[in-house]
């Protein structure tokens, strides 16, 4: 951060060129009676408003009154123009190592077993200056992805499944100094391993009802566990194949440069963004009567969790409760905590996660140590608010 530059000037900057910032009057949902909001001083005064000039929409959390995100709310964001399609005309084609290439329609997908899964992503480069804003969970409704893959039949020599969208734009391939501009659709691969696990679904719908054009109508992938890229929306095609992918959404502009310890030395490598790294954020902070109510989300890759810390100014860590409203295994949780004994004024509110595999959130600096990119941004999220 340069120095010079405010917390506050730095975000109201970077809120603008998200094109977030917008009319003012932003409520709280419906409170319970004796429940009064405290608010934030983290965040500004018009964030959170919708902004109609904006393709990017982003879920103001202080929001959050349940564990289902409405789909007229939940983050949107995506690199192209959204392309309209009519579901009636629609199928998605399965092609290139499988026995049986398909055209299948939505009813050709809709007759298949359906299964329900709640799953909650953010974006990869969602972060606090957009208040963790490109985040959401919601209830998907569709088919399994190694359901339709048995369908076809994989042949042996495949080893990823490479998922097209129908959105698609210029890209600029430079090839040892030589630019090439070529259309490219947006699309992302799993490996074959990857896709054919439980979890990846075949999407049609959200909490009930068919995906709206921000959410990919009428079909998209869903990869729960997995940071939002991998959720490819207007999903067009699936080719089998035994290379590797590497186009730019999958190999070049979601990557992040880490530093491990790799046969006993530091090394500086990069990686591809795939599993959710584990990320608490206090979201909203309540007056109740004589106490203080904090609630906040954890997203994760679905490995349980050991449990979430709140600590206040410079107290110890306490433990949080997880809302057993959450607990499927890819949704994100809720945590609550309660806050006795607040006095007026300023005080600074952090969650820290852990989950059974020791992985802990870092705190900014811990993270910025071992990653120099902007992407899996999962570092602890102080947060200030004024008590009255
Ligand atoms: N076809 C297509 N799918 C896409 C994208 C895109 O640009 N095109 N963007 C990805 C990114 S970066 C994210 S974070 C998620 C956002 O999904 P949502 O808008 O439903 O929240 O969609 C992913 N799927
Ligand atoms: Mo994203």
Known sequence: MNSGTTRREMMKQSLALAG????????????????????FTDVPENFGQPNPASSIRIYDVRNIDGPYTPAD?????????????DPSGFSLGVSGLVDRPAQLSL?????????????????SGNSRRL????ASNGRWTGVPLRAVLDLVGVKPAAREAVFFGADKGPERVDFRG?????????ARSLSLADGMASGPLLAYALNGAPL????????????????GVSNVKWLSHIRLQSERFVGKWQARWYRTLWSEEIGGETVWHETEVSRLRVKSVIARVTRVGGRHEVLGFVLHDGTPLRGVQVKVDDGAWQAATLDPSTNGQYSWKLFRFTWTGA??????LVSRVTDVNGNVQPTSDELSAIKQTGLEDNSQFPRTVMVA
């Open 131 to 134: 208040i963790q804003g490109l």
């Open 73 to 85: 709310a939940f983050y949107t964001i995506q690199h192209f123009d959204k392309p309209v399609i």
């Open 343 to 348: 006095a007026p004024g300023e005080h600074t």
């Open 20 to 39: 977030v910032m917008g009319v003012p009057g932003w409520a709280l949902p419906a409170l319970a009676q004796d429940e009064a909001p405290v608010p």
């Open 178 to 186: 030589t630019p090439h501009e070529v259309d490219q659709p947006f």
């Open 107 to 123: 009813d050709d997908l809709r007759a298949m077993d359906s299964i329900e899964i709640d799953a909650g992503y953010e974006c």
């Open 212 to 227: 709206t054009l921000e959410q990919g109508s009428p079909l998209r992938l869903l990869v729960p566990g997995w940071y």
